[in-house]
């Protein structure tokens, strides 16, 4: 029989409540890789992040970004402590870095609800909420991020950039999705986010959209301005089934999403590139709760799941497929027993849910 195959997975856990997430995902990941006979998981452990830069003024070390890029997969935590700063005030964000070195150009924030969860949105519909926001990231709005200019303390200014290129590889991988996602019955429709009613930028990005539709005649795709988009997400976002939009609106409407599913730490998301894929909780390092035990690991596990499902997809290993579905399911069994964190009134931090997750996988196992 030949050797399953080991996935070198590169670990920046980074700053804040980064680690205290990292670790529970960890043995998390552990477990499952000694329950699994089909894949290995060989971790390493790399510096990165504001905590970093405050001792020595490198937020990514070229040992950190070879070795990420030498890896099979990237799990990160959180990056970015509000002071530290560069020296023009710009917060740490080697995320970005990574996002436009590796060409992560696919933000994927799936929007499904963990059943049994006190929900903002009262209608039943919520609570079986299955959208997905894929965000273009390496242009639009942060194009140029470096670039901005100050005028004589007066004028601001910053680009939003809009190419052709970048557009049909987010819009293919998108109608890629819908055709998985129409496979598996779910209604396989696209609707492209923008406001291209005011600006040229986003008229070109509508264009584009409506070519590459037109080459995916078997899937729907429609329109909508981010502003309607905005106020449906809070009214009827079960009426859609995958978003696309320009970096910066996908930004937005992502932590939008994030408070339909409970909050950020719910919120899973993967950075996807042609080569490369790094998997991420959606939210920041959380300086306000840093230490005090309340952060919820649910977003970096369920990224974590979305990394084994990667891994399936791109070296077709359907272990690792098998092993995202049991850690769903260990996170849906572990709420299900009624574990409530801190952001939705309960009082289970990371340690309660921590020790209710990894118990349902053992579960799992041993029923195997
Ligand atoms: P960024 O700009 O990097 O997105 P931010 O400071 O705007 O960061 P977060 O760090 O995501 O945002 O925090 C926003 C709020 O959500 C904070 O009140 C924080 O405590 C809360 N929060 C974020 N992540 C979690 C988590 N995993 N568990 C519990 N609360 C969280």
């Known amino acids: 029989m030949p050797?399953?195959?080991?996935f070198r997975v590169a670990v920046l856990s980074g700053d804040g409540i980064g680690p205290e997430v990292m670790n529970v995902c960890l043995s998390a990941l552990?477990?499952?890789?000694?329950?699994?006979?089909?894949?290995?998981?060989?971790?390493?452990?790399?510096?990165?992040?504001?905590?970093?830069?405050?001792?020595?003024?490198?937020a990514l070390p070229d040992e950190t970004f070879a070795e990420a890029a030498r890896a099979d997969t990237i799990l990160f935590g959180a990056m970015g402590l509000p002071h530290v700063r560069t020296d023009d005030g710009r917060e740490i964000a080697p995320q970005l870095d990574l996002r436009e070195r590796?060409?992560?150009?696919?933000?994927?924030?799936?929007?499904?609800?963990?059943?049994?969860?006190?929900?903002?949105?009262?209608?039943?519909?919520?609570?079986?909420?299955?959208?997905?926001?894929?965000?273009?990231?390496?242009?639009?709005?942060?194009?140029?991020?470096?670039?901005?200019?100050?005028?004589?303390?007066?004028?601001?200014?910053?680009?939003?950039?809009?190419?052709?290129?970048?557009?049909?590889?987010?819009?293919?991988?998108?109608?890629?999705?819908?055709?998985?996602?129409k496979d598996e019955g779910r209604p396989g429709r696209v609707t492209c986010v923008d406001?291209?009613?005011?600006?040229?930028?986003?008229?070109?990005?509508?264009?584009?959209?409506?070519?590459?539709?037109?080459?995916?005649?078997?899937?729907?795709?429609?329109?909508c301005y981010v502003d309607a988009m905005a106020m449906n997400l809070v009214t009827r976002p079960w009426s859609y089934d995958l978003l696309?939009?320009?970096?910066?609106?996908?930004?937005?409407?992502?932590?939008?999403?994030?408070?339909?599913?409970?909050?950020?730490?719910?919120a899973p998301s993967a950075d996807v590139g042609t080569e490369h894929a790094l998997f991420q909780p959606c939210h920041g390092t959380a300086p306000d709760i840093i230490g005090s035990g309340r952060a919820n690991p649910t977003a970096m596990l369920l990224s974590a799941a979305m990394m084994l499902d990667w891994l399936d997809e791109s070296h077709g290993v359907p272990d690792c497929g098998t092993a995202a579905n049991r850690?769903?399911?260990?996170?849906?069994?572990?709420f299900?027993?009624?574990?409530?964190?801190?952001?939705?009134?309960?009082?289970?931090?990371?340690?309660?849910?921590?020790?209710?997750?990894?118990?349902?996988?053992?579960?799992?196992?041993?029923s195997d």
């Open 102 to 181: 590796l060409e992560l150009f696919a933000g994927v924030r799936p929007l499904r609800a963990v059943p049994g969860l006190p929900l903002p949105l009262a209608d039943p519909r919520a609570r079986d909420l299955d959208v997905v926001l894929i965000r273009e990231q390496t242009e639009g709005l942060f194009a140029e991020r470096e670039a901005g200019t100050l005028e004589a303390d007066a004028e601001a200014r910053d680009s939003l950039v809009v190419t052709r290129p970048a557009c049909e590889r987010v819009f293919d991988f998108t109608f890629a999705l819908a055709n998985r996602r």
């Open 244 to 266: 696309v939009t320009e970096n910066l609106l996908g930004d937005i409407l992502s932590d939008l999403g994030a408070a339909l599913i409970g909050g950020m730490g719910m």
């Open 327 to 334: 850690l769903r399911d260990a996170v849906d069994a572990a």
């Open 3 to 6: 050797a399953a195959p080991v």
């Open 30 to 58: 552990r477990s499952l890789s000694t329950q699994f006979r089909g894949f290995d998981l060989q971790f390493s452990e790399l510096e990165a992040g504001a905590e970093l830069y405050a001792r020595t003024r490198v």
């Open 336 to 366: 299900a027993g009624g574990v409530l964190p801190f952001e939705f009134g309960g009082s289970d931090g990371t340690e309660e849910i921590s020790v209710a997750v990894l118990r349902a996988l053992e579960s799992a196992s041993a």
């Open 195 to 223: 406001k291209s009613n005011v600006l040229q930028s986003f008229a070109f990005f509508r264009d584009v959209f409506d070519e590459r539709a037109a080459a995916h005649p078997h899937l729907e795709a429609d329109h």
